[in-house]
């Protein structure tokens, strides 16, 4: 790259460099979320551990008992303020989760250039992670990870965007080709970043294979991939619903439809799809609160 000439071949060089030579630099995950994800890992931990974790953040705290009042979680008309009963509602993984989501909300994915491009690809994620886990408990499979899964699979983004985004300030690209090479680039290596990131972070096994391998479409259909299989079922179809005819990610209802169909049959398929709107909407809102 020189005299302001953008190369997206040596942009995507260097990085593939830096992969190799363990030189990326990684987001730090904040310390409460790194050991509230060490304590959900550990078959005795308890609420009181919990607790205590999550009381190191109260601006967590109290968007967890926020959540926990919301209609998402409410089983009643109650109102709760007590954090303890708060976790208890929404359960030691659904603790873990928002604490994930809380993280990435205000620290990883954020941005001052490509602000808009990160929030879209953070709520396709966690729209991902919605349409994850309902496959799993319709197939009764992979639950523990699905949200969690779809929720990190495109956390090698953020990393590129702030590359990209120092590389991109030296050229002449006007913002629609910015965006059309950031694509290329983040398609290409936001899974072999993602997987490098889970490593750092010490990230449960099955995650980091699925950041690694979820836009592989040669993964043999065995029990062994079947958490890949599951989020790459989900990201497809989020993609598709979310997306429309847009290029990011797109991928025709065919497509979709022939990935799903070994985990359910068509008229389940078809009711997911009906629901989408409501599940976008619980995305959004979920965004929105965890700010």
């Given at each position: 790259?020189?005299n302001?000439?953008f190369?997206?071949?040596?942009?995507?060089?260097?990085?593939?460099?830096?992969?190799?030579?363990?030189?990326?630099?990684?987001?730090?995950l904040?310390h409460?979320?790194?050991?509230?994800?060490?304590?959900?890992?550990?078959?005795?931990?308890?609420?009181?551990?919990?607790e205590?974790a999550v009381?190191?953040?109260?601006?967590?705290a109290a968007?967890?008992?926020?959540m926990?009042?919301s209609?998402?979680?409410?089983r009643?008309?109650?109102?709760t303020?007590?954090?303890?009963m708060a976790?208890?509602?929404?359960?030691?993984?659904?603790v873990?989760?928002?604490?994930?989501?809380?993280s990435?909300?205000?620290?990883?994915f954020?941005?001052?250039?490509?602000?808009?491009?990160?929030?879209?690809?953070?709520v396709?994620?966690?729209?991902?992670?919605?349409l994850a886990e309902?496959?799993?408990?319709?197939?009764?499979?992979?639950v523990?990870?699905?949200?969690?899964a779809?929720?990190?699979?495109?956390?090698?983004?953020p990393?590129?965007?702030?590359?990209?985004?120092?590389?991109?300030?030296?050229t002449?690209?006007?913002?629609?080709?910015a965006?059309a090479?950031?694509?290329?680039l983040?398609?290409a290596?936001?899974?072999?970043?993602?997987?490098?990131?889970?490593k750092?972070?010490?990230?449960?096994?099955?995650l980091?294979q699925i950041?690694r391998?979820?836009?592989?479409?040669?993964?043999?259909?065995?029990?062994t991939?079947?958490?890949?299989h599951l989020?790459?079922?989900?990201?497809?179809l989020?993609?598709?619903?979310e997306?429309?005819?847009k290029?990011?990610?797109?991928?025709?209802?065919?497509?979709?439809f022939?990935?799903?169909?070994?985990?359910?049959?068509?008229?389940?398929?078809?009711?997911?799809?009906?629901d989408?709107?409501q599940?976008?909407e619980?995305?959004q809102?979920?965004?929105s609160?965890?700010?």
């Open positions: 790259m020189d302001g000439t190369d997206i071949d040596s942009l995507f060089e260097e990085f593939s460099k830096k992969i190799k030579a363990n030189r990326i630099e990684v987001p730090p904040p409460v979320a790194a050991e509230i994800m060490r304590l959900s890992m550990q078959e005795d931990t308890t609420f009181a551990k919990l205590s009381r190191m953040d109260q601006y967590l968007k967890i008992v926020g926990a009042n209609a998402l979680f409410a009643s008309s109650v109102q303020a007590n954090l303890r976790m208890s509602r929404i359960g030691l993984r659904g873990r989760d928002l604490a994930m989501a809380y990435l909300a205000n620290n990883t954020q941005s001052t250039t490509f602000s808009d491009t990160l929030r879209e690809v953070w396709h994620s966690l729209s991902t992670a919605i309902l496959l799993a408990r319709e197939v009764g499979e992979g523990e990870y699905s949200f969690m779809g929720l990190v699979h495109n956390i090698g983004t990393t590129i965007v702030k590359s990209f985004e120092s590389f991109s300030a030296t002449s690209l006007n913002s629609e080709e965006q090479a950031f694509k290329k983040d398609l290596l936001h899974p072999k970043i993602g997987a490098f990131i889970a750092r972070w010490s990230l449960p096994d099955p980091e950041l391998e979820h836009h592989d479409d040669d993964l043999p259909p065995d029990q991939h079947y958490p890949v989020v790459r079922c989900a990201l497809r989020a993609s598709h619903l997306n429309g005819a290029d990011y990610e797109f991928v025709e209802p065919a497509e979709a022939k990935m799903l169909l070994p985990y359910m049959g068509k008229e389940k398929i078809e009711e997911m799809i009906q989408w709107p599940t976008k619980v995305a809102m979920t965004l609160s965890m700010l």
